[in-house]
């Protein structure tokens, strides 16, 4: 079997996801879908980045106990939920200003540190992960588990990240 180049794919995505994330904070913010209530959207996101670390969990204890199929299965789905979330958070950034966070003290640190932690392990993710499954898809196994030994802790810490933040910032959302 022939292995396929995915590297030009896995950048053009790279480039493209973080610079629609870049673009959605400094744009001014779209009116479209009227009616539709946005508000509920970074609850939504929240709800996708849990499932998305409850599936790389599942995912790392399949592989654990040699079972391809059932880790493969569910890195699929991690990436469904990634997809999903990316999808809607993109949906909410372009129609919703930003919220800002009012907490003080230590609880105002461990916020932004959680933040800027999650936000720049999260562009990082992105490429990685794609090459890690590239890796994976291609059948070169020695490249997948050197690369995914990076990739699964990063990628569970956003993930994870993600929904702790949610947590934080989820009494400042405007009703």
Request: proline share 5%; net charge positive.
């Amino acid at each position: 079997m022939k292995e396929r180049k995915y590297t030009p794919a896995i950048w053009i995505l790279t480039i493209l996801i973080n610079g629609l994330i870049t673009t959605a904070y400094f744009l001014p913010k779209m009116h479209f879908l009227e009616g539709f209530d946005f508000s509920r959207l970074p609850l939504l996101n929240a709800i996708l980045n849990g499932l998305t670390f409850i599936a790389l969990l599942i995912a790392l204890l399949a592989i654990r106990k040699k079972n391809k199929g059932v880790h493969r299965a569910f890195v699929f789905l991690a990436f469904s939920f990634t997809a999903a979330f990316l999808f809607s958070y993109l949906l909410y950034h372009f129609s919703t200003p930003s919220t800002r966070f009012a907490g003080e003290g230590i609880l105002r640190s461990i916020y932004f540190f959680l933040l800027f932690t999650h936000i720049f392990l999260a562009a990082l993710i992105v490429p990685m992960a794609l090459l890690t499954m590239g890796y994976g898809l291609n059948g070169n196994i020695h490249k997948h588990r050197t690369v995914a030994s990076w990739t699964m802790p990063l990628w569970l810490y956003v993930s994870s990240t993600g929904v702790i933040v949610y947590l934080l910032i989820s009494p400042y959302y405007p009703n």
